[in-house]
């Protein structure tokens, strides 16, 4: 289980304040050969979920809740994640993004695994999830779509790409599409990676790879103030076992964010783009967030015509450190009202 | 000439506020067979230095300048880094660090090419910088010691090492011993550099290692501000030019930074340290540096019981671009008062 978020998080998280529902068993849609956005087709798609609560008769009390770079399902529950969901009034379900080794992924897949995996986007992400909740849970429209991280671009392509789908949505810490400086972060990664494949062992790149995560995962001043220089060989050691367990499925994931963007489908204008928008939503996002820099964001929600819940301290991509019960009692006011 | 701040310094800097000497012709010093704090020898030492101005007869208006991280004394002139010491009134001799690719280096080295050089210290640089102001300068006291980033850890080694040998000094970026996130950050690339060596090509780190140090070397809300979408294949390759043309040189710096201390000859004390300080200090640091985090070298002025030019802006490491003018002033006035 060599995941940064879980590892880092278990690691630097206090407990969420608000108790999260138990961990759920895994359940797998088989959604058959998938075509893609770039024209290529993944082959004996499979798309993993776990549920908690009960949906009701009406069948509109679903939030769906995607995972994070490198999460999973299973993160979500255990890092407490999803505790923002009083599982006790929503039916909640989490979904495994692909690429993330539970979901189809380079590593799991059977007939195109390592190299031979389809480049997957963000988008193919959504569109895969929208057959699980339409087709295989029957659910018409969503209470809401949120997400953290990776979770929030997923949830800001669902508000442009099926808007009539849901009634609210919360991107935490999530994007329509990169900053430069998080482009710059990713494609570090990806130049590791790279530099280990040439090498002859792409799976060597995991420790320098999970290094560069650690340098956006929290500020410079958090580590001043709470990272003793006694501490650095912990810190060390946690960053080099934060990576992925395939630096393919790592790969796949760093070009579903990088290829981001909301505005694509409308003519490259953000403008257009949040003209679709129908659902609420609330945007949180970290103003010290060196991971996923917060200013495309707070634009897009400028373009809605409304504000952000914008953090400052200094934890930030991993804000909930710092402000976690304030957000989570934000949000479940959000979903709740 | 793939150096890294020289890259970007270029790309970005403004001109210097102050008229900057011209470049000044290669000196080199032959120190011999040169012993290091380690216990080993540096075999057949030599170090390259540059002078502007003229020794007075009292031999009591001379400033050393040490170069930065990757850079050379060459640098210096050209990006205009010198500018603040005003060259009719002082005698400047800027030195090439050890491992700089000028002075004694893996890459230049030829009894202990490569994998065969030696570990260097900060200390070792200063002490050979020593020798050449002592035994070929035939200066007995400086005026000053001042140094931008890896120069400012030698101005803070010259401090407690040779008390006594200089008025002031002018510690730019610079840091007695580094914090956790900066230690984070070097290590990341060392380990780049690492799994290159294992993979058959060394050399093969420097992309990932200049895309390592760009992220570190101004802020993300620098990049939000400056660094459209659009400019983001130039900034990722200058990023990718940006080390040194040897990986083996950079190795050696970075590990001359990690193992930087002051306190190590005073018990791992730094207010032993800063006890035995006689020099005046103008201590300039950026408070949202994520290169070399200004914490250490903050907390030094202040156990010298005095404060620091601390600058807040989004320039980070590169502080000049935003402050230029303002703290080459401030200098020149510490240096001429």
Request: a negative charge; proline letters at 4%.
């Amino acid at each position: 289980m060599r995941r940064m978020l879980l590892t880092l998080l278990t690691v630097t998280f206090p407990a969420y304040a608000l108790e999260a529902p138990p961990l759920q068993p895994l359940q797998v849609a088989e959604l058959g050969d998938f075509e893609l956005e770039s024209g290529e087709t993944l082959l004996d798609a499979r798309l993993a979920y776990r549920t908690a609560g009960t949906l009701d008769a009406q069948k509109s009390n679903a939030i769906l809740f995607p995972t994070w770079f490198t999460g999973t399902s299973e993160d979500l529950f255990t890092t407490g994640a999803v505790s923002a969901v009083d599982t006790s009034k929503f039916f909640l379900a989490t979904v495994d993004a692909f690429g993330n080794g539970v979901s189809s992924s380079p590593s799991n897949s059977v007939r195109q695994k390592g190299d031979a995996f389809p480049r997957i986007g963000i988008g193919d992400m959504v569109k895969a999830q929208h057959r699980l909740v339409t087709q295989v849970l029957g659910i018409e429209r969503l209470h809401a779509v949120m997400g953290i991280s990776m979770g929030g671009m997923q949830a800001f392509e669902w508000l442009t790409a099926y808007p009539t789908l849901m009634k609210k949505a919360v991107p935490i810490v999530g994007s329509p599409r990169l900053g430069s400086y998080d482009l710059l972060l990713w494609r570090t990664e990806l130049e590791a990676i790279e530099l280990a494949r040439k090498g002859g062992d792409i799976e060597s790149a995991a420790p320098v790879v999970g290094m560069v995560s650690a340098l956006a995962l929290q500020t410079p001043e958090f580590h001043a103030r709470a990272t003793p220089r006694e501490s650095l060989a912990k810190l060390v050691e946690g960053a080099k076992a934060g990576a992925m367990e395939s630096m393919y499925d790592q790969r796949t994931q760093l070009q579903a964010m990088i290829g981001h963007d909301v505005s694509r489908s409308f003519g490259g204008s953000m403008a257009r783009a949040a003209a679709a928008v129908e659902a609420e939503v609330l945007n949180v996002v970290g103003l010290t967030d060196h991971m996923v820099t917060p200013g495309p964001a707070i634009e897009f929600a400028e373009l809605l015509g409304q504000g952000s819940v914008a953090l400052e301290n200094d934890c930030g991509h991993l804000l909930f450190d710092c402000d976690g019960e304030r957000v989570q009692k934000a949000i479940r006011l959000f979903l709740e009202r």
